[in-house]
């Protein structure tokens, strides 16, 4: 049996993904995909860039990828942007938003957020109606399946068994209508999506820890045999990831502590 290990959205938090690392490398997983969202919100986005290019097979394009590596000049002075330099931003603007292989039988197909960009959102426990989000909105989870200009796709292609996707922080796996989708949460800003921002909440200890998934079948394969997706919860250090941010010059780091001990949205 092969197996992949699917990280998303480490948000330039580098004790995350070191934990998260250490573990899948702990498990003899040697193929590791990640899909996008690499920097932004935490402080070390050059740090994670330059693991996330040693250590993973294929590395997608995020919504905060795009938006600090486009080449408008008005973000050049962005402060991830001024971190990372011009060799990693071209690196991240030139990132492809979609991969898909046979597994088992299946059609995995994998992206950041939707087959329409990297910014429309599906989250099957959260609605964002009557928010400003409600515009790219996902109504129907079978719109993850379609085939789309975005992704290089026509209708002729062939329609994927399984989407794979991050975007939402929030992990879950679930099947509808003969098909399976799965959210890796997020490595570097976990979210549960009811939190309150409540400090004294011991609960929060079993979210605010990093989330990727495992796919284990046969790679490469279009003949049907067994096929399972695991999520993986890895608790990493909440606090030297902190200290790092207490100890930068990052605008807006109060609200990210914040959440990364709440595991709240910020």
Not at 101 to 127: C, D, E, K, Q, W
């Amino acid at each position: 049996m092969d197996r992949i290990a699917i990280i998303s959205d480490v948000h330039a938090n580098i004790t995350a993904l070191n934990a998260v690392l250490d573990d899948i490398h702990s498990r003899g997983i040697s193929r590791i995909f990640c899909l996008g969202d690499s920097v932004t919100k935490c402080c070390n986005p050059d740090l994670v860039i330059d693991k996330l290019r040693e250590n993973c097979e294929v590395v997608l394009r995020g919504n905060c990828d795009e938006s600090i590596s486009s080449p408008n000049a008005k973000l050049k002075s962005f402060w991830s942007r001024v971190k990372i330099g011009e060799e990693r931003a071209n690196y991240l603007h030139n990132l492809p938003v979609m991969t898909e292989f046979y597994m088992s039988g299946r059609l995995v197909r994998l992206f950041h957020a939707s087959p329409f960009s990297t910014s429309h959102i599906y989250n099957p426990m959260y609605s964002n109606h009557n928010t400003l989000r409600e515009v790219i909105e996902l109504s129907s989870p079978m719109q993850l399946f379609e085939n789309t200009e975005f992704l290089g796709k026509t209708t002729n292609d062939p329609i994927p068994d399984v989407i794979g996707y991050g975007h939402i922080h929030t992990p879950n796996v679930f099947r509808y209508k003969n098909k399976t989708i799965f959210n890796t949460g997020s490595v570097g800003m976990p979210i549960e999506m009811a939190n309150d921002n409540n400090l004294q909440n011991a609960d929060n200890r079993f979210s605010t820890i990093a989330s990727y998934i495992i796919l284990e079948g046969t790679y490469g394969s279009k003949e049907l045999s067994t096929f399972s997706i695991n999520l993986v919860r890895v608790p990493f250090d909440i606090e030297k990831e902190i200290e790092y941010l207490e100890n930068s010059d990052m605008p807006g780091k109060d609200k990210i502590i914040k959440s990364l001990r709440t595991a709240s949205s910020n």
